[in-house]
């Protein structure tokens, strides 16, 4: 049984030796895009969908264009 999209994801990071809380927060934010997005994976979107969710923050959630 393939691994899913936030297992894999886990994996590359502890790979990579970053810091738990970098692991956490990196999560954390893939989560919110998907749901975002109703639950579609990430590798059925683009451009377009990535455009209207950092929108999204910027005009709703007030997030920072550097974060």
Known sequence: MA???L???RDKIRFKHYSIK?????L????KYILFH???????????EIEEYLT????YNQV???T
């Open 22 to 26: 970098t692991e956490r927060v990196y």
């Open 28 to 31: 954390y934010w893939v989560k």
């Open 3 to 5: 691994k899913k999209l």
């Open 64 to 66: 920072s264009p550097a």
């Open 38 to 48: 109703n639950k579609k994976h990430p590798k059925n979107m683009g451009k377009i």
């Open 7 to 9: 297992e894999v994801m």
């Open 56 to 59: 999204n923050l910027a005009i």
